[in-house]
């Protein structure tokens, strides 16, 4: 796919976020002079060519009262840890799950964020989670944030100066 000027100056409109409005694409299309279609089929036809590998909401859950934020490492059995981790991610507990290889000295393998307006709700829906899935005899670690950092999306474009 050949980029337009146009297709330029509309990845820089979304790279930072889009705007926080009832109607973020008819923003961003009338700045380009474009209709809110025209906007969403180009950046369709970004993401089925590759340009843009992907659009999601980066959640800023300080802001919205999540303090306690635990990486929860679990150490399920290989053959089963697919299917668990299915399980817990449609239990509304867990924001972000995935599975690890094993590294030498780290046996965890299944990896789930959690978030807690507090260290104790957090912790809460671990327990959840453990009984859950019978999860009691399986050694696991929460590993809560001590440090925020900044998150936003990916950058494709620098200014222009």
């Known amino acids: ?6 297709d330029f100056q509309l ?18 299309g009338h700045a380009l002079g474009m209709s809110a ?10 993401l089925d060519d590759g340009i843009i590998k992907r ?10 009262g999540y303090r306690a934020n635990a990486m929860t490492v679990w150490d399920v059995p290989d053959d089963q840890v697919d299917a668990i981790a299915r399980r817990m991610s449609a239990t509304g507990l867990v924001s972000l799950c995935y599975r690890r ?11 789930c964020m959690i978030h807690g307006k507090s260290r104790e709700e957090a912790l809460e829906k671990i327990a959840t989670l453990r009984a859950l899935e019978g999860l ?8 809560f944030s001590t440090r925020r950092f900044k998150q936003r999306g990916a950058r494709y474009m ?3 100066s």
């Open 1 to 6: 796919m050949e980029l337009t000027e146009r």
């Open 11 to 28: 990845i820089a409109a979304i790279q930072d976020g889009l705007p926080l409005v009832p109607e973020p694409f008819e923003d961003i």
């Open 37 to 46: 279609d025209e906007v969403i089929e180009r950046l369709q036809a970004f």
């Open 55 to 64: 659009m999601g909401v980066v959640v800023r859950h300080h802001e919205l």
């Open 101 to 111: 290889p094993r590294r030498p000295g780290w046996s965890y393998n299944l990896f």
């Open 136 to 143: 009691a005899d399986v050694r696991y670690e929460a590993l």
């Open 158 to 160: 620098v200014a222009r």
